[in-house]
């Protein structure tokens, strides 16, 4: 169940309640999140829309880790975030959270193999029960065949699975998404979508995801609009913010 | 100069980048002044050499010793001016680490041959009268607080071994900086007398002054057919040539350290002139904007050219202050060992030289690059 | 909980034109070193090597080298008398020996070089174990006859086996070259020290040094008491492998600061070099800097793995430039020796632990020139990375 007012219980799995975020640029404070709430449980597949500038990705970065906020809470499976020092942060982030960028991140220099393996490497696996993990994965997304090419011999589409084998091979308590398929032509953006539907389908993964194409935010469950830095359920409050919002 | 800003906010942009360009520059230079300034010393007494001046020694070895009957007959030559005569005395200091040349010399004729050793007449008087005196180069008394006046005991040790005392009677300067500064002489008349009987009345090598340089070879196959069939058959020859079998016999280790230095130092500015062109390229997206908005071509290569040669000559400059406060301190490491290391300004200009002509090199390529490329090309390149 | 190493390795190679230019300029600046310590360490051994420890030398007192130095006869006489030298069967193993300067060719350049003639006894050999004559034979005394040593035999030119050269006032027959196993006795020349003297008309009756072979190398301070106290003599004594290595400090200190100086100078635009390579990979880099750390990889992992790429590079840099000199070890150059006056020939000797030297001052400078950028590539902020475009 996802709620926006600060009201949820605490059974949620990510529990955001009053979230500031104000950047300095040249000189000027810009407050983009303002007092943000939200509720997320197991299972949930939320999309965020929102004109560019309004804070999407701030706050995305925010629920995974990646950055501080000015002020508020993150909670997420019990453990409240925003005050973890730098080195637990990273430990967490790399047991809790799984990735999925708009401009796919692999390393080039790496086989398919071993960037889905990158993350396993943080644990004590051994050499073959990683094996076993970056297989699954792999085959998860469809791309048991192509484990030992280098992402430039991949299409871009298949380069986004390769992301999300990644995103996946840890079991990470819930996936972020920045416009997954933002830089994909409708084919292949079709098929990644179809695959996260899967994960949140059949494997039960939570998904929050960014994404300005409402075609996209239809797939999921639920859509929440970022409008002067708080969420918003349902449909934007007016057509310009949907014109707004597709510029993201 | 309207593109001052421009040029300066773009070479402080990435400014640890601009640091390791301009140090690179500036390290190239610091090398090649040390080897200008190494090559320098190693032929240094090639350099001194007079033009006029022959040396005379005696053909079986430089060691041996002549009859100081000859110094007349040499003089009698037509187109010798003046005639002088050395020893090598050989002496230790307080400590063999304190190695100087101590020369024992003729005063009554030392002054015509060497005129470029300036002694002040008072001291050169004293000098004279004085059978202990001594006179010592500007640089040795410098180098061991010497003044005028002060008794220098020096211990020999080719003449028996006993220490000699001297009295500081005079200290010499040269014109020219680069002249030797480091010799310690003292009189003939004095050695003579205190020397076994076996090395009296004798001169370790004669230095005569020619009328002119063009009578050179005349003179020195004239003097050694005088001496031809004796008992101390001479060898004559200019002094520059003299000075060249000492440079020569250096003449791998200098081969060794110039070749080495030589080829660092190339490849540091070929180093340092790639890393400036990639910058270059890198921009070039913004040079497109540039020449979107409206600056001509031309400027493009000029903004580019001037932001190169900027890095050179920063980095040029500041190798040869390093340079310059570096290499003295070099040159008190090896006293002794080698002739002062000094820097000439010919040496600086022609390392600042290298330097800019490299830095121009680096910026003209690329910069010809950007002038040519298509505004609408510029643009699209990441 | 390691970036892997391969990533270093490919990425690297990936990127080769860049890593180039570091690893050429820790390879020059390497190869220098090595270098210039190998020209150091020939000289001084070349010296150190031409003497050894039971064998003393003698000189005048207060003498700084033999050219310097005068023995007579008459002392020459009470010398070997002394306690401590050992006795051969025709008498005691001293040789009383004249050093004259003699100038002769280089072949390379064609001018004359100081090159160190020394007259020595008849037993010379039995004296100096560690030369022995390898073509022709030793020179017969009383006769104009000389041995070379076999640097002097290829450095200068006209002494070579058969051939007739002229020393002082008389010509001498090439009649042997000899081996002093790489000392400086390869660059010179022996004869009857008699007729040499003659021929450069000293007194017969002055030698410049006796060397004498100890019963045991403790024998040496006997002998020293023995012949400092005699109110007849006036002469030092010393372990002759300790003159020699005094003979090598003032030429040994010139290389070294010389060349320590070059080689300092290159090692700072080798770091400069290595920095800017560095710099530049984390710059290239950072969207994968920053995916990695997102996925989990704290900061200690990303500067360790850059400090790994900076001594991979490094390393390669140091191999690279110890093999390029490698080919110079036992090449044999020359030069004049200060404290002698002479020409001297010698090697280049390059030993494993110079080689060792030379790589671990590579890898420093791999850590220098690695290290910032490491730390940069640490601290970068994640979140803008991520996205950069």
Redesign the interface.
């Known amino acids: 169940m996802v709620r926006v007012d600060g009201n949820g219980g605490t059974q949620s799995l990510v529990r955001v309640r009053g979230l500031n975020k104000t950047y300095s640029r040249g000189g000027e404070k810009i407050q983009v999140l303002q007092g943000l709430n939200l509720d997320v449980d197991q299972g949930d597949f939320v999309a965020f829309m929102g004109p560019s500038g309004s804070g999407k990705t701030t706050l995305l970065n925010l629920l995974g880790g990646l950055d501080v906020p000015s002020a508020g809470s993150i909670t997420v499976a019990g453990d409240e975030i925003t005050h973890m020092s730098g080195s637990k942060l990273t430990q967490w982030r790399a047991r809790h959270v799984g990735f999925i960028f708009q401009m796919y991140n692999l390393i080039p220099v790496l086989t398919a193999y071993q960037n889905v393996e990158l993350p396993l490497l943080l644990t004590k696996l051994s050499g073959s029960d990683r094996r076993k993990h970056v297989e699954t994965a792999l085959a998860v997304v469809g791309l048991a065949d192509r484990v030992d090419h280098y992402p430039r011999q991949l299409s871009g589409g298949q380069e986004q699975r390769v992301t999300i084998a990644r995103a996946i091979v840890s079991d990470p308590t819930f996936l972020l998404c920045d416009e997954p398929t933002g830089d994909l032509d409708r084919k292949s953006a079709d098929e990644i979508m179809a695959l996260i539907e899967e994960l949140v389908g059949k494997y039960g993964k939570t998904v929050l995801m960014v994404t300005h194409d409402p075609v996209v935010a239809a797939r999921a469950h639920t859509t929440l609009h970022l409008e002067k830095g708080l969420l918003v359920e349902g449909k934007a409050s007016s057509p310009q913010s949907v014109l707004a919002g597709g510029a993201a | 100069m309207k593109f001052r800003k421009l040029i300066f906010a773009n070479l402080f942009r990435k400014k640890i980048r601009l640091i390791l360009t301009v140090g690179s520059f500036a390290i190239a230079l610091v090398l090649f002044t040390f080897l200008a300034v190494v090559k320098s010393a190693f032929n240094r007494g090639v350099e001194l050499a007079g033009a006029d001046r022959l040396i005379v020694v005696d053909r079986v070895g430089l060691m041996n010793l002549m009859p100081i009957s000859y110094a007349d007959k040499i003089a009698a030559i037509p187109g010798v001016k003046a005639v002088t005569h050395d020893h090598w005395f050989g002496g230790v200091y307080q400590d063999e680490k304190n190695f100087f040349p101590q020369f024992v010399i003729d005063v009554e004729n030392h002054r015509k041959v060497y005129p470029e050793f300036i002694v002040p007449d008072v001291q050169w008087n004293t000098f004279v009268k004085d059978r202990q005196g001594a006179i010592a180069g500007a640089k040795l008394a410098e180098r061991f607080h010497w003044k005028v006046g002060d008794r220098i005991p020096i211990k020999t040790t080719l003449y028996g071994g006993a220490t000699w005392e001297f009295n500081l009677d005079g200290i010499y300067h040269t014109e020219k900086p680069d002249g030797d500064q480091g010799q310690f002489w003292l009189q003939w008349k004095y050695f003579d007398e205190n020397v076994p009987s076996v090395i009296k009345s004798t001169a370790g090598w004669y230095i005569l002054r020619l009328e002119s340089p063009d009578d050179a070879v005349r003179v020195a196959k004239a003097i050694d057919e005088k001496f031809a069939n004796s008992p101390h058959e001479t060898k004559t020859e200019t002094e520059s040539a003299f000075a060249s079998y000492f440079a020569k016999q250096f003449g791998n280790i200098e081969f060794l350290i110039l070749t080495i230095g030589g080829v660092v130092f190339f490849t540091l500015l070929l180093v340092t002139g790639n890393t400036v062109a990639i910058s270059v390229r890198e921009r070039t997206s913004e040079l497109g904007v540039l020449k979107a908005i409206g600056f001509t071509d031309r400027s493009v290569l000029f903004l580019v050219l001037a932001e190169s040669l900027a890095i050179a000559s920063f980095g040029g400059v500041l190798g040869l202050a390093l340079a310059i406060l570096t290499i003295p301190g070099i040159s008190a490491a090896v006293t002794g060992l080698l002739p002062p290391l000094l820097l000439s300004k010919p040496m600086l200009l022609l390392g600042l030289g290298f330097a800019l002509l490299v830095g121009a090199a680096s910026g003209l390529l690329p910069g010809i690059g950007a002038m040519r490329m298509r505004v609408v090309n510029a643009l699209r390149r990441a | 909980?390691?970036?892997?190493l391969?990533?270093n390795f490919?990425?690297v190679?990936?990127r080769w034109t860049s890593a180039i230019?570091a690893v050429?300029?820790i390879a020059?600046t390497v190869g220098?070193f090595v270098?210039m310590l190998s020209?150091a360490k020939g000289f001084r051994a070349t010296l150190v090597s031409s003497g050894s420890p039971d064998n003393a030398l003698i000189v005048?007192?207060?003498?700084?080298s033999e050219?310097?130095?005068g023995v007579g006869l008459d002392s020459v006489k009470i010398i070997q008398d002394a306690p401590g030298i050992a006795r051969g069967p025709n008498g005691p193993l001293v040789t009383a020996e004249a050093v004259?300067?003699?100038?002769i060719p280089?072949r390379?350049?064609g001018?004359?070089?100081?090159v160190e003639v020394r007259g020595v006894s008849p037993n010379v050999l039995e004296i100096r174990k560690g030369v022995r004559i390898v073509q022709g034979r030793m020179f017969s005394p009383g006769l104009a006859e000389i041995v070379v040593g076999k640097n002097a035999n290829t450095t200068y030119s006209g002494l070579t086996l058969g051939n007739t050269i002229g020393l002082?006032?008389m010509q001498w027959k090439v009649v042997g070259v000899f081996d002093a196993g790489g000392s400086a006795f390869d660059s010179e020349v022996w004869g009857d020290p008699h007729l040499l003297t003659a021929?450069?008309?000293?007194?017969d009756t002055f030698f410049q040094s006796v060397t004498a072979h100890l019963t045991s190398p403790e024998a040496l301070t006997p002998l020293k008491d023995a012949l400092t106290t005699d109110p007849r003599l006036?002469v030092d004594v010393t372990r002759e492998i300790d003159y020699y290595a005094k003979q090598s400090t003032?030429?040994t200190?010139?290389?070294t600061?010389?060349?320590g100086?070059?080689a300092f100078?290159?090692a700072?635009?080798a770091v400069?070099?290595a920095?800017?390579t560095m710099?530049?990979a984390v710059a290239d880099r950072g969207?994968?800097i920053?995916?990695?750390?997102?996925?989990?990889?704290?900061?200690p992992s990303v500067v360790f793995s850059f400090l790994i790429e900076a001594l991979l590079i490094s390393f390669v840099g140091g191999l690279l430039g110890c093999l390029a000199v490698l080919r110079l070890n036992g090449v044999t150059?020359?030069?004049?020796n200060?404290q002698t006056f002479s020409?001297l020939a010698f090697a280049f000797k390059i030993t494993p632990s110079l080689l060792v030297e030379g790589v671990f001052f590579a890898l420093v400078m791999g850590v220098l020139g690695g290290f910032f950028p490491a730390v940069r590539a640490a601290r970068l902020p994640?979140?803008t990375a991520?996205?950069e475009?």
Do not use: C, W
């Open positions: 909980m390691a970036i892997p391969t990533y490919r990425s190679k990936a230019v050429v300029g020059g220098v270098a020209l005048r007192g207060g003498a700084t050219m310097t130095s004259l300067m003699a100038p280089l390379s350049t001018t004359d070089a100081n002082g006032t021929a450069y008309n000293r007194p006036n003032r030429m200190t010139l290389i600061t010389l060349g100086f070059v100078v290159m700072i635009g400069f070099g920095l800017n710099y530049s969207r994968e920053a995916t990695m750390r997102a996925l989990g990889f704290g900061g150059t020359s030069t004049i200060f020409n994640v979140a991520l996205r475009l």
